[in-house]
Nanobody
Framework: QVHLAESGGGSVQAGGSLRLSCARS????????VAWFRQGGKEREGVAVI???????IYADSVKGRFTISQDDAKNTVFLHMNSLKPEDSGVYYC???????????????????WGQGTQVTVSS
């Protein structure tokens, strides 16, 4: 069973930066990809994804050029570096791991088999 634990959330002023971490443990299978989602009162939306085998990344249009998703050399921790933060980036950020094959978009919650508990990000203007 995969266990995901997020950390690194907090409060920051607009224009500031934060780095979120998603540590993966208890895993028997390596995920195909790991993504960050956020929920700011509306539907949960996919922010960025990284493919574990080749580190390919994809970003939502709203964060392109500001956020960077990466993984450590051991491929057990995924990071989300967030720069030039805006108030609309506020919300609970979740990491999620896709272990089983899924034919749809990486941004669909249905693609993911394990979720972390979430970490709060608050950006003030």
């Amino acid at each position: 069973q995969v266990h995901l634990a997020e950390s690194g959330g907090g409060s920051v002023q607009a224009g500031g930066s934060l780095r979120l971490s998603c540590a993966r443990s208890g895993h028997t299978y390596t995920p195909n990809y790991v993504a960050w989602f956020r929920q700011g009162g509306k539907e949960r939306e996919g922010v960025a994804v990284i493919y574990i085998s080749n580190s390919k990344t994809i970003y939502a249009d709203s964060v392109k050029g500001r956020f960077t998703i990466s993984q450590d050399d051991a491929k057990n921790t995924v990071f989300l570096h967030m720069n030039s933060l805006k108030p609309e980036d506020s919300g609970v950020y979740y990491c999620a791991a896709a272990i089983l094959h899924f034919d749809g978009s990486w941004a669909s919650e249905k693609a993911y088999n394990a979720w972390g508990q979430g970490t709060q990000v608050t950006v003030s203007s």
